[in-house]
């Protein structure tokens, strides 16, 4: 490279409600890694979106208020033409599998150094797959990962995870008692392919909230 040539610059953006953790990996980059810019950062996937600044890979933290089906961020911010990689300091196997399987090719975790940030950015510019650490490894290798929940079967464990009673739970989702442990069965079954057999309903729901293929919402008034 002649000293008339500048090197690359890969023009990287962030997605997360939390910016002042991503002062401490700017400064990083402005220092050690000349080749990447981090030139956007943003509360959520919609902010970023109506921006028109183009960039090749974009930083995605999980969880975001009003944008929490991370399986639909990773895909309108891969329509763009961008490359994801997923950073966050949220380690439940199965919202991190959902990322992954919707497009994005990496996983770092916050906790992680920051040279291992810059190492998932490189390769997912090039179209390359990485995690971050042994940590993000397992996380992505747990077979608890791999655990496919139909959206009815995510009602119905929510709805056990909440406390209610399974003649509520019926008539909240419009569905029969008697087809209720039909729902509860095949979850189970599936966790139990996963190496993980629950004791009962109130396990199985805790093992989906613990993955995060459930979470529990606040309640309104009047629920």
């Not at 997360?16 to 990447?36: F, M, N, Q, S, T």
């Not at 300091?89 to 920051?114: F, N, T, W």
């Not at 119905?156 to 909440?162: D, I, S, Y």
Request: charged share 25%.
């Amino acid at each position: 490279m002649t000293a008339d040539e500048k090197e690359p610059v890969l023009n990287v953006a962030a997605v997360d409600d939390h910016p002042v953790i991503l002062r401490g990996l700017h400064a990083y980059l402005a220092e050690h890694a000349h080749d990447i810019t981090l030139c956007g950062v943003y509360p959520s996937v919609s902010a970023m979106l109506e921006d028109t600044l183009t960039v090749s890979v974009v930083l995605l933290d999980l969880l975001l208020p009003g944008e929490r089906d991370v399986a639909t961020n990773v895909r309108r911010i891969r329509a763009t033409g961008a490359q994801v990689v997923i950073y966050t300091s949220d380690s439940r196997p199965g919202i991190v599998r959902e990322a992954l399987d919707a497009g994005a090719l990496g996983l770092v975790l916050k906790s992680d150094q920051e040279e291992r940030v810059v190492d998932a950015i490189r390769d997912a510019a090039q179209g390359k797959k990485s995690y971050s650490s042994r940590l993000a490894h397992a996380i992505v290798t747990d077979p608890r990962a791999l655990v496919r929940l139909t959206a009815r079967e995510r009602e119905v464990l929510t709805l056990v995870a909440k406390g209610m009673p399974r003649r509520l739970i019926a008539k909240r989702l419009g569905i029969s008692e008697r087809t209720l442990p039909t729902y509860l069965e095949r979850a189970g079954e599936k966790y139990t392919k996963a190496s993980t057999t629950p004791a009962g309903p109130g396990e199985l729901a805790a093992l989906a909230l613990e993955d995060g293929y459930i979470e529990l919402p606040p309640d309104r008034p009047g629920q």
